[in-house]
């Protein structure tokens, strides 16, 4: 059925990710167009089935006794009459218009208004770059302070409660090809194309993690571009906003796993705030640890996936950008000593 998807995200099971459990107001409006349509829809469908069918079974021409045309078990036939061609002209065009009313209504609901956010609202502000296949989030500003870090993949937002709305507001670029975010419990399709800026927002007042997917095609692992959106509670995200902003920790216990790490070209794609690891083109890895899974959603963050990862990440995503650098066991194992220390 159209939007009644359970998926298996390889990490924590099945999950809800269907559009009859919404957690936003936009998905809510949709969800009521939806219904609303079908209904619609579903009733002229049933009337003129029913009628159809009525007209086979009664006047169906009976072997036995078949009838000379215009006698019999034919039904009147009407030709010329006004009042009726005038009904059925008007009557669907009476149903277009309603429906074309209450869809500009659900359009104006679902609208972003990003510089206008409701009275009293404390707004998330996050910039949104797709890229094969994984989201970069940067976080710009919430309730009114600069943020300006940047993560990948688990997006967080505070929930709406205590009357304080909290929306999310998302500008979605991309790096590459067309993507499209999609998190059905929050809102509905929006896609992310090269050379132009979208808007979408988020607001939910339910505290739960929501899965979502790209839903473009976008190339070899578009079918992996997971995401996972985290409506945590409002100390629960000020907790993870704080260490965020943190640059990352330089544990002495592993610096000869660090001095691995900066001596391999993972600095070129790869940064760790506060390191020379500078690049922009692939995932920040200032907090790897804070985060659920790897490789967009596929699969746990655990030592030993992240192991997998780093030695052959063409074995885990095959297609995927990062190359397998033909390390030594010894230096994945130091690279590796020196990642999980970064949450
Ligand atoms: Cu990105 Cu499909």
Known sequence: MVGFILLADGVSGAQNLSIFDPASPSAESIRALFILVLAVTGAIFLLVEGVLIYSIIRFRPRAAARPAAGEGTEPPQVYGSMPIEIAWTAAPGLIVFLLALILTRAEYEVRVNPDNPPPGAKPLYVTVIGHQWWWEYVYEKYDGRQLGFITANELHIPVSEDGVPRPAYLTLLSADVCHS???????????????????????????DLYLGQCAEYCGTQHAHMLLRVNVDSVAQFQAWLDNQAKPAVDDIAVREGRDAFLSQSCINCHRVRGTRAKGTYAPDLTHLMSRQTLASGMVPNTRDELRKWVANPQQVKPGCLMPAFGLSERQVDLIISYLTTLN
Not at 181 to 207: C, H, Y
Request: proline residues 7%; glycine residues 8%; charged residues 20%.
């Open 181 to 207: 975010l999609w998190v059905p419990r929050l809102a509905g399709k929006t896609d992310l194309i090269p050379g132009r800026t979208n808007q979408m927002w988020f607001q939910s007042s339910e505290v």
